[in-house]
Structure formats: C-alpha cells, structure tokens
C-alpha cells in the first residue's frame, strides 16, 4: 500500500497548492511529497519494515527524483509547480505498477521448489 | 535432654539494586541525560548574543551554559558507548542531541540565516521557480541548475520564499546523513556501540560547513545514499581480485570478518539496486559539478578491489557525466575549456591554493588560530583513522581506508578555486569515521581482569579527545562567523539599495559578504570592486569601472564586507579603517543610503 499512500499524499499537496492554502498546512506536506513519497513508491516496504537502509533509499531516491523531474520540465520548458507534481504523481504510479510486478515475479519465484 | 545448636542462616538481604533500576529508567537513562543536556545547550543559545561574536567567531560568544550543556552530551555518549553489552533505548537520542546541539547554534542564534552564497542560491530557486528559466549567462552554476529548480518548486509548493528555507537546511541536512550513514557504518562495523561512535565522530569531524542551502549540501546526501547501496545490495563479498588481495595481505590478521552485507539476493532486486544508483548518479550529474566524480570514483574503487559486481559501473557512470557536460553544461565549458582542463594534473599548484595560500593569507592571531584549528582537527581525526587502522588490522578495513583516498584524486583535476581540499574532507569523512571507531576497543561482556584493565582509560581518554574534537569543531566551523553573519542592517542597505536602483542597473560591492541576488535577479548586473578601494587611486579605478558601466552604476559596502575583507583578503585592520574613511569623507563618491560604514554609493562625477 506503500505507492498508493505515496500518491494520496502528492495529490493533497497539489489540492493544497491550488486552493493557496497557509504554508502551516502545506509546508509539513510538502515535506513529506519532496522527502519521501516518490522514494516510498520505489522501496518502502510497508510499516514496520522501516530500517536503515529502506529508509537512506527512501530518502535519497526521492531526492534524486525532485532533481531528475525538476531537470526533465525545465529542459522541457513546463517548470511549474502544477506539471511538478503531475509528474511526481507519474512517477509514483510508475513505481508502484512496477513494485507491483516485481513482487508477484518474486512470489512466483518463491513458489518454485528449490 | 540434649541441646543441639542449629546454625541460624544470616537473615537475607538482597543485593542492592540501583534506583535507576528498580524504577525501570536505566534503558532510557542516556537518552533522558541527553535531552536534559540539550535543554541546557538551548539555555546556553538564548543566552548568546550575535554582537559577542569575535575573532573566534560564534564559539567566542558562546555562553558557558552551552559548553556545560555540550560537556554532558559528550559524557553521555561516551558513557553509554562504554557500557558492556549493548546499546540502551533510544540510544539514537544522544547523538541527535549532539547534531542539534553543535548545527542549530547559528540558526537558534543569530536573526538572519547565514552565508551569502545560501541567499544567492535562494535567489536563483526563486528565478527558476518563478520564470521556469535559466538565466545561463548570469552565472556558471546555472549549468548544473536541478536542484536549484527543485528547490523552486519544493518554496512554490510550501507557501513560502526560498529565502525562508536557509534557516533549517544544515540541521535538515545533517539529521538526514545520518541515515544513509548508518548503513555504510553498519558494513563496516559489527559492534552497535562503536557504529554510534564512528556516527558521532563523522558529526564532530563534518566541520567544513557544507550543508547548507546549495547543490552540494544536497548532493553530499545522494553520494552517501548511492555508497550506502553500493555498499550492501551491490557488494561483492570477499575480495577476489589480484589488486583487492594485494592491498588485503598488507592489513589481513584476521580473515574471518566479512561484514558487508549482501541485500540484493534475486536478480530483480540487483537491478532495482542498479536502477537506483542510475537514478542517484544522474540526479548528481544534474545539479551539482563536482560530487559526481567522488561517486565515479568511489564506485571505481570497489570495482578495483573486487568489492562490486558491476564491473561496468564505472564506464556506465563516466557516460553519464560526459552526456550532461557535453549537453547540458554547454554554455559553462564553451569558452571556459582552458579554465577547465588547466587544473588537471597540476596537484602542487592545487594543494597550494588550498592549504599554503590559506593559511598565508591572515593579518590577525584570531585569524591564524582559526585556520590552524582546521588544520588541526582534520589532522586529529585522520590520526585517529590511523590508529583505529593500525589497531584493528583487520583484512575488511581496506575497503574504507581505500575509499577515504579516493576523494584526493579530486585534487589532480581542479583546486576548485583553492576549496577542493575541503571538499575531499567531507567526502572521506565517512570513511575516516569508520576507521577512527576502530581507536576504540567496546569492553566485553565477559571480560577477565586483564581485558578490563585494558580499556579502564578508555572512557577518560575519549572524553579528552571528544572535548578536543568538540572545541576544535566550534571554531572550526564558525570561525568565520564574523563574515558569514548576515547582520540586519546590512539586509536593510541591499532592501535600500532596490529601492532606489532602477532595472538595468550595476551594483558594486567590495567583498562577497552580502544578502543579496535573493531576489530580482535577472534585473541588475552584479560585479565586485576590483582592486580593493583601499587607497584613493584604487577608488578612483573602481569609480572608472562603474562609470563604463552602460547605464546607472551603485556602490554597496556594508559591515559584513567590511569584516570579510579583514578576515579573509590579506588586509590589515588599518588599511580597513583608512578604506572606511575615505568612503565616509570622498568627494568622488555621494552617500545616498547609510550610516557610519555601512553605505550605498553612487559615482559624484558623471561620465567622460
């Protein structure tokens, strides 16, 4: 469920963003889409799962997306916040889809008697 | 009748049992000491005063109560490292009280956020995020513009100015390293009391002060992430080529250490691994000069020592920077290719600019003992990397100790404009931490007398040396807080002098120590006054450049540049007085904003 969280949280700041709502409201969120979400679709393994290196990979990948999608709007000439988290919000189902089949190749896998 | 004496047993008195105990608190002693010792360090802060700073800069003006504050959280650390077994509750707690406690200082301190490079680079994430543009020309780091225009989007999206983000970015920074770093530390070392040691040696030995809001603060996050990776579900285990064995035999006592954890078992999750160190390399290549090559070069050396499967990781990485230089960075390296390739091999003239040149150029004891504190705290901890080397021996430590030499590889290529030196010690400062643990021998569980006696000491040793690294870190690190302050009334002379300078204007300044270009970028050109206007004939070449300037032209010299010029241009404190005057009492200039040394300027005599 982690993709899905991930993408919640990237449309409520886009809500958020639009309706201009106190940056009380969306500096906490904001925070959490930028630091987090597109790390979190990528390999955050669910709740108590949270050890060090899940949490470096969610931390840095989501970093390095902001970086990568930031650099691919401008080169593009669509740097606005809305197109921003559009495509955060395409990453994230991205990752998610993958994560998806990714974990049903693995059970498969696993299913295979050794 | 006969008696017989029935020995009594001695009435029972269980064994005392401490109060921390019985009450259940020893598992979260450490960490209630440590928030106890915070609070006092915060005490210390509101008792601190921006106007004390001096020569030492902020650590001169520091209240006593934060040094007992930052004396308790050292003991507290070392007194839960120094436990047998393992760690307490919360043993993270101590040393996020140590970050707070050492970052937070300016922040909690002083009413602007620091640095003027942060308020130049909040203002071009405020140009990118407001245009969507690059203004390539204006200047070189617009080349490498990601991050800047991330942190455009990251303000858009808050509801807040930029500007607004410099405050709390080192500690932000500092807290997020942290994370990565606990997986290459957790690699490298199996004992969780020294993993929080080599953590809290990385955290005192970060004194280079690059963690706030820039690419490189940010890109130093991406590196330690991108090793972290590399380190546990790319790691190749034993080290099983020619060069790994030879470097190995020269260090090997004991072969059975083998820590490197391999994470990526299947197939699918090594090419997420692969996919992610992509991401992380291309995210660097992107947004910051410099960081890549550290990770090309790191990544080049687990290769080399047989540490990483990938063999073709290094190859794939090099394309990637040599794609974005050649297409992205294009208006930075067209007709700077010189300036670029010059640096390459030429390590005597990097190391000069870095180190002699440095410590050469200061006029005053405060200055000097600034500089060689530096040079002393980095000499202290690369010591200590040494002797944690030599003590241990063991064959897995080739890997760190190869990874703390790469980043001087750096200093073959460019000096970086006389930083690189600085940057190599924050890139190998993970690795020197790692090793520096290894001084540290964790006492055991079970120890006989002998292997008591043996590290008896160790706790009054290490509180020596932490209180060292310590002391050594705050005027490392703030030493140059008498520049790098921004103060009030220099804020409200560059917000004067936007009142009055109308677009299309060239602003002067005489040092680099000013809050400005945070906002109206693309609408001033902005130049510094050279020569120094020390002496009548230099201000009148200064006044020559400002009036071939094409349109209105405007001097900025505030207390800030003032103090830099002392501090950091070679120029002793009478030639500064004498550059004041004759600002304040010229004929060729007209004071139009300001009071005392703090002034905006414009040139009394029109153009030729």
Redo the contacts between chains.
């Keep these: 469920m982690t993709a899905p969280v991930s993408l919640i949280a990237t449309v409520a ?1 886009a809500a958020v ?1 639009y309706a ?4 009380l409201v ?2 906490p969120l ?2 959490l ?3 987090a979400a597109p790390g979190w679709a ?2 955050g393994r669910g709740r108590a799962d949270v050890d ?2 899940v ?3 969610v ?3 989501s ?9 691919a ?3 593009a ?5 809305g197109w ?2 559009a495509v955060d919000a395409a990453v994230i189902v991205v990752a998610g889809i993958g994560r998806r089949s ?1 974990g049903s ?2 059970s498969r ?1 696993e299913e295979v008697p050794a | 009748m006969t008696m017989t004496l029935v020995p009594v047993a001695a009435p029972y008195t269980p064994p005392a049992v401490p109060l921390v105990r019985t009450l259940g608190l020893e598992g979260w002693l450490p960490a209630l000491s440590a928030l106890t010792c915070l609070d006092i360090v915060l005490f210390g802060l509101s008792r601190t005063s921006p106007s004390d700073v001096n020569g030492l800069g902020l650590a001169g003006a520091l209240s006593p109560w934060y040094f007992v504050g930052l004396g308790g959280i050292l003991v507290t650390l070392v007194a839960m490292v120094s436990r047998p077994g393992g760690l307490p509750r919360w043993s993270m707690v101590p040393l996020l009280a140590l970050v707070v406690a050492l970052t937070a200082a300016p922040a909690l301190v002083e009413p602007l956020p620091r640095f003027a490079t942060a308020w130049t680079h909040a203002g071009f994430a405020e140009y ?2 407001r245009s ?3 203004l390539a020309h204006n200047d070189a780091r617009f080349s490498w ?3 800047f ?2 942190a ?3 303000a ?5 100015a930029p500007q607004a983000l410099l405050r709390w970015t080192p500690l932000l920074l500092d807290l ?1 390293y942290l ?2 770093l ?2 290459i530390v ?1 690699a490298f070392v199996s004992d969780a009391r020294q993993r929080v040691l080599a953590l809290a040696l990385f955290v005192v030995g970060n004194w280079v002060g690059q963690d706030y809001f820039a690419p490189q603060g ?1 890109n130093f ?2 590196y ?3 090793l ?2 590399l380190l ?2 790319l790691s190749g285990g034993v080290s099983d080529n020619r060069l790994g064995r030879v470097i190995a035999r020269l260090l090997r006592r004991s072969p059975d250490d083998e820590l490197l954890p391999t ?1 990526a078992t ?1 197939p ?1 999750a090594r090419i ?1 691994a692969l996919l ?1 160190l992509v ?2 390399y ?3 290549a ?2 910051h000069q410099l960081t890549q090559f550290f990770m090309l070069f790191a990544a080049a050396a687990l290769v080399g020592l047989g540490r990483c499967r990938l063999r073709g990781l290094p190859i794939l990485l090099a394309c990637i920077s040599a794609a974005y230089i050649l297409w ?1 960075a294009q208006d930075f390296w067209f007709g700077h290719l010189h300036d670029l390739t010059s640096g390459v091999g030429a390590l005597g003239t990097s190391v000069h600019e870095n180190v002699t040149s440095r410590v050469a150029a200061t006029s005053t004891p405060t200055r000097t003992l600034v500089l060689r504190s530096r040079l002393l705290l980095t000499v202290l901890i690369w010591l200590l990397a040494i002797v944690g080397l030599v003590r241990s021996r063991r064959r897995l430590l080739v890997v760190p100790a190869l990874l703390a030499v790469m980043p001087f590889l750096v200093l073959g290529l460019q000096s970086y404009g006389g930083e690189a030196l600085l940057r190599v010690h924050l890139f190998a400062m993970p690795f020197v931490a790692v090793l520096a643990s290894y001084a540290w021998r964790p006492a055991e569980d079970r120890a006989d007398a002998a292997a008591l006696r043996r590290v008896a000491l160790q706790p009054l040793i290490a509180c020596v040396v932490g209180a060292a690294l310590l002391a050594g870190f705050l005027v490392a690190r703030y030493g140059n807080e008498e520049f790098e302050r921004m103060r009030p009334a220099d804020a409200r002379a560059v917000s004067a002098l936007y009142e009055v300078a109308p677009r299309g204007a060239t602003l002067f300044v005489v040092a680099e120590s000013v809050p400005w270009r945070q906002r109206k970028l693309e609408d001033y050109n902005y130049r510094y006054a050279t020569p120094l206007p020390l002496t009548e004939n230099d201000l009148r070449q200064v006044i020559a450049s400002m009036l071939a300037e094409k349109g209105p032209s405007f001097l900025l010299a505030t207390d800030g540049q003032w103090a830099e010029m002392r501090d950091l241009a070679a120029v002793t404190p009478e030639q500064v007085r004498g550059a004041q005057q004759l600002l304040r009492t010229t004929p060729l200039l007209t004071r139009i904003y300001g009071a005392g040394d703090i002034g905006v300027y414009v040139p009394a005599v029109s153009r030729p």
């Design positions: 700041l963003v201009d709502a106190p940056a969306r500096l904001a925070l889409v930028f630091l990528f390999f060090a290196l949490a470096a990979r931390v840095g990948l970093v390095a997306v902001d970086l990568l999608v930031a650099e709007l401008l080169v000439g669509h740097l606005t916040v921003f988290l990714r190749r693995q896998a | 990118i995020g969507g543009q690059v513009p990601a991050f225009a991330a455009g989007m990251f858009k999206a808050a509801g807040v997020l994370v990565p606990a997986v957790r940010w996050l991406l330690l992430t991108f972290a990776v546990t579900a994470a299947t699918t997420a992610a991401a992380l291309s995210a660097s992107v947004s992205g």
